[in-house]
C-alpha cells in the first residue's frame, strides 16, 4: 500500500472523559500506560513544527460520538478512530504509515512494535519504555 499517513498511534479500548464540546480526555489506566499526556505533547511538535499526518486508533468511544482531545495544531492532519475489532483494519492503517508511534512508558513490549516490523515499517518509541526497546536498531527505528 502506498504510504498516506506519516505515522499511527496505537490507542486500545480506553475510557474517554466527560465531552466538552465533543473533545474529552482520554482517561484510565490504558492511557496511562499508552503515555497519553506525553503523546499529546509530541503531537504538538509533529503535526505543528513537523506538519506530520497520522492515525491515532481507538482515540473516539465506540459510539463515535466523543473523541480525545488533540493539539489545535493536529486538527485536519490527524484521522481518530474508534477502536477497532478487526487486526487487520489496524494494519492496514500500519502499512499505510511511514512509522508506527509509540511514546508508551509503562507497556512492557508492545505487541505492536513487532507488528509494525513484521509489516516492514519502522518504530519510532520512547526510550523509556520498560521493555521492546530490544527491537530497535539503526534498520528498524529509533
Known amino acids: 500500500l502506498p504510504k498516506k499517513y506519516d505515522f499511527t498511534f496505537s490507542g486500545s479500548d480506553q475510557d474517554i472523559g466527560e465531552p466538552l464540546d465533543l473533545e474529552s480526555e482520554c482517561v484510565g489506566w490504558s492511557m496511562f500506560c499508552k503515555n497519553w499526556s506525553f503523546a499529546k505533547q509530541a503531537l504538538e511538535v509533529m503535526c505543528g513544527e513537523l506538519g506530520l ?33 478487526h ?44 521493555g521492546g526497546w530490544k527491537y530497535l536498531n539503526e534498520k528498524t527505528g529509533e
Not at 57 to 79: M, Y
Not at 113 to 124: E, I, R, S, Y
Open 87 to 130: 487486526q487487520d483494519e489496524f494494519f492496514s492503517y500500519v502499512k499505510q504509515s511511514r512509522f508506527l508511534f509509540l511514546p508508551q512508558v509503562h507497556d512492557a513490549s508492545p505487541r505492536v512494535a513487532t507488528q509494525a516490523l513484521a509489516l516492514n515499517v519502522p518504530l519510532l518509541m520512547n526510550r523509556n519504555l520498560i
Open 53 to 85: 499526518t497520522g492515525v491515532l486508533v481507538a482515540t473516539k468511544d465506540k459510539k463515535d460520538k466523543n473523541r480525545c482531545g488533540i493539539p489545535e495544531s493536529c486538527e485536519g492532519k490527524i484521522l481518530q478512530t474508534t477502536y477497532l475489532e
